[in-house]
């Protein structure tokens, strides 16, 4: 009996399931894989077809696969055999489209690179570069200098006259913070709130960084109310640093007292301890200007003249991934000797990212920084968008609306804060709103949404232009 004939037996067994498979061998050997085997290799035609057969067993012994529905997997065994060969030959890191509307979305890599910054680590990428060369006197150089440069120019006007602003810049934010605490904490005590003691995603929590730079946690207050005079009462000799973190990713309302920076800043002077906010939101562009009343930047803290501040290059700045040091130059200058720094030192492509986003704004050009161009956008524009997509949907295929929403923030900053706006709320009238979801994150360009109310909700405001028409195609697509 050939396999392509096989009948149904409704009592088949396991074993004689299993029975019923090829062996690799006789595959490769098939009329139908002979191409695919002159196109592909041998070695990777055998690994997939591999792959496929365990899978095929594995269905087989978990009950999924009966005697009928063997029969039609084997009738497209070179078929799939293709598509796992494919699969195992694409990458498996792929742009997608965010249309949650969640602007620093951290499970899609947060904030998306400007033009500008793009060509400019092309252009780095692919030849030697300037990275530690002094081109004016043909010595070595310092990396440092391609950020400090602008950011001593962005940040100077707002830090204190006596104040000269330095920077270095690590592989993350946490990276930033265990660095800063090991140079100027270790074996000694570390001062801050109970109400900040947060955890900062990942499951990594301040309290174990803290661990891991040799520091020691002193807690104070409660964790809704911590006085300045808590701070005063837990100095001693041990103490070498005031810690402020930010609550990037919670907040705490109703009965709650914080001190204000610049009293925390006035205590460090007092006692001559170094104050440290771990920021980690890293805006310098003006929140207010988009209705965000609730989030501080790192102008605002140079103002309050905290001595070193810890931020991320890919939230609000609008960069890529980096963790940010700026401070007094005698406190960056301990950092920098410290030999934890080299360990976690940024390469030549974060420099370019960083220096290309830093002239963005420079040039006060916000819009060229996609973060705070989504930031910026108008719930009004939003809408013309919205209803021109609905208008090129069938309603016989899908019951739509626009209705005002809400976009957010995202990846730990501004927690209370929002930006109205307008989504496309849609139903398919072939498929449940999981299925949609689901046939979306599988198109060739795959479509990121959410799901409120049994419907699927499209915002705009993190969805570039050009890939309204994209969405649409996979919409018309959707059978």
Not at 132 to 157: C, I, P, Y
């Amino acid at each position: 009996m050939q396999r392509s004939e096989i009948e149904e037996m409704p009592a088949r067994t396991q074993s004689e399931l299993y029975r019923e498979l090829p062996s690799v061998d006789e595959l490769l050997r098939s009329t139908e894989l002979k191409e695919t085997v002159a196109r592909s290799g041998a070695t990777a035609v055998t690994d997939a077809t591999r792959m496929v057969l365990e899978r095929l067993r594995r269905e087989i012994a978990e009950g999924r696969l009966d005697a009928s529905g063997l029969q039609a997997e084997l009738k497209r065994l070179p078929e799939i055999i293709e598509l796992e060969l494919k699969e195992s030959f694409s990458f498996s890191l792929r742009p997608v489209i965010n249309a949650t509307g969640v602007i620093l979305h951290t499970n899609l890599g947060r904030a998306p690179l400007s033009s500008e910054a793009l060509n400019h680590i092309q252009k780095i990428a692919a030849g030697y570069s300037s990275l530690e060369f002094d081109l004016a006197t043909g010595e070595r150089g310092k990396r440092d200098v391609h950020v400090q440069r602008l950011l001593g120019r962005l940040l100077k006007s707002h830090a204190p006259s006596d104040y000269d602003v330095n920077t270095v810049v690590v592989n993350n934010c946490a990276a930033a913070v265990m660095l800063a605490l090991n140079t100027l904490a270790e074996g000694g005590e570390v001062i801050v709130s109970r109400g900040e003691l947060v955890e900062i995603g990942g499951s990594f929590r301040v309290p174990e960084i803290m661990a891991k730079s040799g520091a020691t946690l002193r807690e104070v207050g409660t964790t809704n109310r911590t006085r300045i005079a808590d701070y005063e009462r837990a100095i001693n000799e041990k103490t070498r640093l005031l810690l402020r973190v930010h609550r990037s990713n919670f907040a705490i309302v109703g009965f709650t007292e914080q001190p204000a920076v610049e009293e925390l800043v006035a205590l460090g002077r007092k006692h001559n301890i170094p104050v440290m906010e771990d920021l980690g939101n890293g805006a310098i562009f003006d929140l207010h200007a988009v209705g965000i009343q609730t989030e501080s930047g790192v102008r605002e803290s140079l103002e309050a003249g905290i001595d070193i501040i810890t931020y991320s290059g890919d939230k609000l700045l609008g960069g890529p991934q980096a963790g940010l040091i700026s401070g007094r130059r005698e406190v960056l200058a301990r950092i920098r000797s410290n030999p934890l720094f080299r360990a976690l030192r940024v390469d030549k492509l974060t420099y370019a990212a960083l220096e290309a986003t830093l002239l963005a704004y420079l040039r006060e050009d916000y819009d060229a920084v996609p973060t705070v161009r989504m930031m910026r956008l108008s719930a009004e524009g939003i809408k013309r968008r919205a209803d021109e997509m609905a208008a090129r949907l069938p309603r016989k295929q899908f019951e739509l609306e626009v209705i005002a929403g809400e976009s957010v923030i995202g990846g730990g900053t501004a927690p209370t804060a929002t930006l109205p706006t307008f989504v496309l709320s849609l139903a398919s009238t072939l498929l449940g709103p999981a299925e949609l979801q689901k046939r979306l994150r599988e198109h060739d360009a795959p479509i990121v949404v959410r799901i409120e109310e049994d419907r699927i909700r499209i915002d705009l405001r993190t969805v570039s232009p050009e890939h309204d028409a994209v969405i649409i195609d996979a919409l018309l697509s959707i059978r």
